[in-house]
C-alpha cells in the first residue's frame, strides 16, 4: 500500500537516529578505518612480513562480519543499550592497547576485541531505526548508515595524517578508543524501546 511521503528533515531533527548513528560510527565505520590501517601498523610495529600482516589484519573485518548474528541473537535476549554500550567499551579498549604498542599477542588481542565489538551492535542499531520509523524504516535506517560513513570518510584520512604528523599509530588509536568511550557514554541518551 502507499505510503505519505516523508520530509527527510523529519528524519535529521530525530535524536534517536542520530544517536545511533554515532554508535554506527563507533562500530561499522571504526572497524572499516581500522581495516584500512592495521595492516601497516603490524608491519611496521612487529617482524611479520606484508603478507601475514595482511592475513591478520583482514581477522578484525571478518569478525566484524560474523559477530554481526551474534548481536542480532543478544539483541534479543538484552536490553539494547548495555549490548551497544558493551560493544562500544570493546571498541575502547582494542583501540587503547593498540595505541600502547603491545607485544604481538597484545595486538591480535586487540583485533579480536574490535572485530567482536564492531559487529556486535549492527543488528539492534538498524532493529532500533527500523522500530523508530515503522513507515520509513529503509530511509531511517539509510540515515543512520549514511551518518556512520561519516567516520570512514573522515577517520581513514586523519588516521593518516596523525601518522604523518607524529610518525607512529599511538594518537591515531588513543583517538579512536577515546571516540568509542564517547560513544558508549552517548548510549544512555538512547530512549529505551517500548
Known sequence: HAVPSLDLRQLMRSRELWLLGLVQMA?????????????????????????????????VLLLGIVSRPLGGWLAHRMRIKVLLRAALLLNAVGCLLLAGAPPFAGAMAAVVLLGVGCGLPYAGVFN???????GRAGAATGFVNMVGILMILGGAPAVGRLVDWTGHFQWSFVTLGVASAAAAAAVSALSEPS
Do not use: C, E, M
Not at 128 to 134: D, H, K, N, S
Open 27 to 59: 562500530s561499522f565505520g571504526l572497524v572499516i578505518v581500522v581495516g584500512t590501517w592495521i595492516t601497516t601498523l603490524l608491519k611496521s610495529g612487529y617482524p611479520v612480513s606484508l603478507q601475514r600482516a595482511g592475513l591478520l589484519g583482514s581477522a
Open 128 to 134: 532500533r531505526a527500523a522500530a523508530l520509523w515503522p
